[in-house]
């Protein structure tokens, strides 16, 4: 069974059932172009403007026609790629390149699973930058195993190699089309070939994948439309829930794998909390939808206070929505410090709680003696919200009625966002009063989930809301029954 990877629970002497905090972590961030001078040095930017879809690793696979080569490693763009390694990658280039920017959902934060991965076949070199995740990457896996295949990482992408080397793959009229008939799951991929790029996204549409085109000519593909814009280049529009894209030398062109979902899944949390809020995502602006979603907010959670404070940053936009549908005035009272790390990683809870006093200050003058609306977009674990609140009681807060932007997180995520499993979500079996408790607040209020889905463009039923539901559009336990394995393993190795 896929299990997303998860951070073991550290005690906390408050409540018995307080997990510790933690980072969504959502798998991450593409981007390819053709056909440009200065393919590595555009793609680093594309990267640094989709930075906040993955900050373990990053990496850079370049073509110059012939043979690809690639620059991976752990960390920001910034720091996995200096000048002069961007220099050589466009040297070593000089067609096309994609990159990847990375956080861990199916496999661990590890050096060998930064991307793209680059591998040599049967037919040739190819390189893959994956968002998403794969159901069923496990049962695939094992049955490649058995058959005495050797893997050089954790992460569920390898398996997408393996797959289009396989000789059932390799004899058929489309390999690539072959290969994505394969995978279940979440998967937006952008694949470097030495004379072209293949880019494709699963039938249900989860992650977002956009193609862009440059005033020069030269198309792009990228995670989200901030990526465009930092380089130029205007959106075109969605690469179509399974549809294959090929950028070469002959320009664009369009191919099916597979007909589109009927409803499609795309990902309500891109808009809740993930995407960059100047994107367009699933045809939508994020920093429009999030302000909508903080006015809705404000409808079905109203009380008297002084001041709307967003948490920073992230609740920042649908603060804004609240404070202008209630007529209260905003405030920033909470103040990010940009050069703190990662808070969820400390070893012990008093170095989290230590950390998370340096990201986030409080300015006490405007705090002291006030009644207070806090908004965030999600609580995931609670005791990150937890020491925020307890930092607002210290800094004199009067009333503290905390607001979030959406349904309680109930359910993991198997389809590209690292949750925690249910026992450690802090809204799973518990009551809204317990939360509430817990936190330490006046009042706690999420958004309803027909209100969350009545804030989006498109119908309800096109998107995604597991995560608070628990209803799965495919079944994580079971993507594939035994005798579907029995059918594929023949197929692939028979």
Known sequence: MMRTLSLPVLPDTQASWAPAEVERKEKCGVFGIWGHPHSARLTYLGMFAQQHRGQESAGIAVSDGSVLAAHTGMGLVAEVFSDRVIEQLD?????AAIGHNR????GGSLACNAQPLLESYIGGQVAVA?????????AVRRRFEEAGHLFHTTSDTEV???LLA???QQRAVDPLAETLRHLQGAFSLVFLFPDRIEACRDPWGWRPLVIGRLPTGQHIVASETVALDVIGAAFVREVDPGEIITISDAGLASRRFAEAAAQPAHCVFEHVYFANPASRVFGQNVQISREKLGERLATEAPVSADYVVPMPDSGRSAALGYARAAGIEYREAIVPNRYVGRTFIKPSQEQRTAAVRLKLNIIDELVRGKRLIIVDDSIVRGTTTKAKMDQLRLSGAQEIHLRI???????PCYFGVDFAERSQLVATGRTLEQIRQFLGVDSLHYLSLDGMLACMNRPPEHYCTACYSGDYRLDPDHPLTEDVIETEQMKMFG
């Open 91 to 95: 040297a070593q280039g000089g067609r």
């Open 103 to 106: 956080y861990s959902t199916a």
């Open 130 to 138: 994956h968002n998403g995740n794969l159901i069923n990457n496990l």
């Open 160 to 162: 997408i190699i393996h």
């Open 166 to 168: 396989s000789p059932q």
């Open 405 to 411: 932007s959406c349904p309680p997180i109930r359910h």
